[in-house]
């Protein structure tokens, strides 16, 4: 376990969307790394902090059935959200497929306004998209 910004992050942390229709666990053995926003349309909208886990390291506890997958652009990034409430829990990432995304909001007890200042990454200008 480890305070960061005040809170207790927890090594394997509960979390839910906001009608708890979707609870999981995420596996955060080095707390919450390297939390940000992003700018590209979808995120700006969007406007989750989201930090990362591992493929495995995101177990859904109750209503993986309630989950809704949204895709665009590209198609590789994988989007998911409650079907009932519609909060965006988390996503497989386009820039690092063996990675998760998850929405910092839906951890138990964690609240993303006490971070302060959270970096933007620039997916208006995603990395996938540069020419080599």
Known sequence: MGIMWGMEIKKIHRASCHCKAVEFEVHLPNGL???????????????AIV???????????KGADKLTLYQF?????KHYFCSVCGIYTHHQRRSNPNQYGFNIACLEGVNPYDLGEVPIMDGINHPADRKK
Not at 34 to 41: E, F, L, T
Request: aromatic share 6%; charged share 25%.
């Open 51 to 61: 930090a990362f886990a591992t493929l495995d390291g995101i177990k859904i506890l």
């Open 73 to 77: 652009n590209t198609k590789t990034a």
């Open 33 to 47: 790394e390297n939390p940000r926003r992003c700018n590209c349309s979808f995120c700006r909208m969007r406007g």
